[in-house]
């Protein structure tokens, strides 16, 4: 038997999601779902490469910032 991928809808702003669209012309993605799934598989490798090499306790501040640059220079955040 088979198991069953199962997914979620999650929301985002309308103009981000039309920023998506554009960044993804004449690129390998099929929509903005299969792209904002590839960066966010992204983010949790590279944070648990990170954790690997030195396991944090806790989120701390300079994770944060560092996501949230990364989200900026994906043009996910403004």
Do not use: C, W
């Not at 690129?27 to 983010?43: C, D, H, M, P």
């Not at 806790?58 to 220079?73: C, G, P, S, T, Y």
């Amino acid at each position: 038997m088979s198991e069953t991928k199962k997914h979620t809808t999650i929301s985002i702003p309308t103009p981000l999601f039309k920023k998506v669209e554009q960044r993804i012309k004449g690129t390998g993605f099929t929509s903005v779902s299969s792209y904002v799934i590839y960066i966010l598989r992204e983010i949790i490798a590279e944070k648990n490469k990170d954790e690997k090499e030195e396991m944090p306790e806790a989120f701390n501040e300079e994770d944060e910032e560092k996501i949230k640059n990364r989200l900026k220079a994906l043009g996910y955040m403004d």
